[in-house]
Nanobody
Framework: VQLQAFGGGLVQAGGSLRLSCAAS????????MGWFRQAPGKEREFVGV??????????GDSVKGRFTVSRDNAENTVTLNLQMNDLKPEDTAVYYC????????????????????WGQGTLVTVSS
């Protein structure tokens, strides 16, 4: 398994949760990495992305100001994190980490078609 997401769970509205994604392999150090989510009956939604350089980030409108994406580029592993604060019931979804197939230093992408490697997803449930 190349991307392994973990950290999901049940949290009350207003609470916080931190997701992480372990990406094994040196290739992930050179690409943007992002988070998407999919709620039941809805399309996959862009959450946030961070560039390979760590200088650029973009967020979906519904999470801006509440969620923060970060990454740690170790020698053979990249750890992608998603800090989620002030969670709302509408944040309930399966969250997926993904790595772009486009090597770029500062690029950030919102389109899931720009991502070639996906993790298995981790469920976040926010109760009201």
């Amino acid at each position: 398994v190349q991307l392994q997401a973990f950290g999901g769970g049940l949290v009350q509205a207003g609470g916080s949760l931190r997701l992480s994604c372990a990406a094994s392999g040196r290739t992930f150090k050179s690409v943007p990495m992002g988070w998407f989510r999919q709620a039941p009956g809805k399309e996959r939604e862009f959450v946030g992305v961070i560039s390979r350089s760590d200088r650029n980030r973009k967020y979906g409108d519904s999470v801006k100001g509440r969620f923060t994406v970060s990454r740690d580029n170790a020698e053979n592993t990249v750890t992608l994190n998603l800090q989620m604060n002030d969670l709302k019931p509408e944040d309930t979804a399966v969250y997926y980490c993904a790595a772009s197939g486009r090597a770029s230093w500062d690029g950030v992408y919102r389109d899931p078609n720009d991502y070639s490697t996906w993790g298995q997803g981790t469920l976040v449930t926010v109760s009201s």
